[in-house]
C-alpha cells in the first residue's frame, strides 16, 4: 500500500491553532476544510496522503549503484514518488548561506531522473527542486520533456529560485533578478510544452516559428510545482502552480499554509490549475515519522505527500558503502510505520 486514506483518529495535536469556521471547499485545496488563516483541517474522505523519498543525487547517494538501488528499492516498498535536489556549483571556500561544503556531490537532477526513469515503471519521477532562473528555459523544457516522454508521463517538475549569490554570479545572472525570471521561465515552460506552434515574447525569452517536439506526455503540462518559503514565492504558487513543496515539521507548515492563504487574497489563481497540492519534506524538525499519529496531524492540516530525506546536514554526505547502507536503512525503516512494503 502506497498511500493512506484521511479521515478518522483522533483529534490533532494541532487543534490549539485558530478557530473553527464551519466546513467550505477551500479555494486553492478545493476539498472540505475547516477555514481559518491558521485553521486548515483535511479529513475529505477518499482523499489520499502520498508518501515520497528525496536526496536522491547528492551525498551518500551520489553514485549509479546507489541511486540505482535506492530508486529500484523505493518503487518496490510503494513509496509513490522519488526527488532530486539541485545545486550546480557550491562556493569554494565554503560561505553561507551555502548549505554544504563545496566538496559535496550533486548529479546533474535532469540527468537522475532520465536514469531512474529507465529503472523503474511506476515511481513518479520529482525535481526537488530545480533553480529555475539559473537555467536556460528552452533547453529544460526539451530536457524535461524527455523525461515525461520516457517515463511515460510520471515526471513532477519542482522548482525555486535559488538564495545562494556565488551561483549566480558565477553563471553570469544578476542576483536581484532571480524572481523575474523565475515566474517568467515557468510561462516559458508552460508554453513549450501545451502549444503545438508557439510563441512567446518575453523580458528575458523571446521565440517564434518554432516547434518544439515531442511534447509531455502529461499535458497540459506535468504538474509544476513552486518552492520557497517567502510571500512572493507563496503568490508565485498560487498563480502560476499546481502545487507547492517546502521543507518543514508541524509547526513551519502551519505558517505556510497561512501565507499561502494570504497569498490567496492578493493574486489570482487560473482555474486550469485546479486545487493547490502541498508537498512537505519533514526533516527539519522531524527526521524521520515514526508513528501514523503524527502523519495523521500532517494529514489534518490538508498536507498531500510527505516527502523524506535521510539527513543531509550529518557527516555521512559523502559517498561510501557505510554511507549508502546508512540510507538504505532509513528508507527501509521509515517504510515500516507508514505501511509500505
Not at 81 to 97: K, N, Q, R
Not at 201 to 225: A, C, E, L, Y
Request: glycine share 12%; hydrophobic share 35%.
Amino acid at each position: 500500500m502506497g498511500n493512506r486514506r484521511r479521515g478518522g483518529g483522533k483529534a490533532s495535536a494541532l487543534d490549539r491553532w485558530g478557530d473553527e469556521r464551519g466546513d467550505c471547499v477551500h479555494p486553492l485545496w478545493g476539498r472540505p476544510r475547516r477555514v481559518h488563516c491558521v485553521r486548515l483541517l483535511g479529513g475529505g474522505e477518499g482523499v489520499e496522503v502520498k508518501f515520497g523519498i528525496q536526496g536522491v543525487n547528492s551525498g551518500p547517494i551520489s553514485t549509479a549503484d546507489s541511486v540505482a538501488r535506492v530508486a529500484i528499492l523505493a518503487e518496490e516498498l510503494g513509496y509513490e514518488s522519488i526527488w532530486t535536489g539541485e545545486h550546480l556549483l557550491l562556493p569554494d571556500p565554503y560561505a553561507p548561506p551555502a548549505p554544504v561544503e563545496p566538496e559535496c556531490r550533486f548529479v546533474d537532477s535532469v540527468a537522475t531522473l532520465g536514469f531512474m526513469a529507465a529503472l523503474t515503471k511506476r515511481i513518479k519521477l520529482g525535481s526537488g527542486i530545480i533553480l529555475l532562473p539559473q537555467r536556460d528555459p528552452i533547453v529544460l523544457a526539451k530536457e524535461l520533456a524527455g523525461i515525461d516522454v520516457l517515463s511515460k508521463g510520471r515526471l513532477l517538475f519542482g522548482l525555486g529560485v535559488g538564495y545562494v549569490p556565488a551561483q549566480f554570479e558565477a553563471l553570469g545572472i544578476p542576483y536581484e533578478e532571480r524572481g523575474a525570471r523565475t515566474t517568467e521561465h515557468i510561462e516559458v515552460l508552460r508554453t513549450l510544452w501545451s502549444e503545438p506552434k508557439p510563441s512567446f515574447d518575453g523580458q528575458f525569452t523571446k521565440f517564434s516559428g518554432i516547434q518544439s517536439n515531442p511534447r509531455p506526455v502529461q499535458q497540459p503540462h506535468p504538474p509544476i510545482i513552486v518552492g520557497g518559503d517567502s510571500q512572493l514565492a507563496f503568490r508565485r504558487a498560487v498563480a502560476q502552480g499546481n502545487g507547492w513543496y517546502g521543507w518543514h515539521g508541524l509547526e513551519g507548515t502551519v505558517e505556510v499554509l497561512k501565507g499561502l492563504e494570504k497569498a490567496a487574497q492578493e493574486v489570482e489563481r487560473p482555474e486550469s490549475l485546479g486545487r493547490l497540492e502541498i508537498s512537505i519534506c519533514p526533516t527539519r524538525e522531524e527526521p524521520g515519522i515514526t508513528d501514523m499519529d503524527t502523519v495523521k496531524q500532517y494529514e489534518d492540516l490538508g498536507v498531500d505527500r510527505l516527502v523524506f530525506v535521510h539527513d543531509p546536514w550529518d557527516s555521512s554526505r559523502f559517498p561510501s558503502p557505510e554511507n549508502e547502507d546508512a540510507v538504505v536503512r532509513f528508507i527501509e525503516e521509515q517504510a515500516r510505520p507508514l505501511g509500505l512494503g
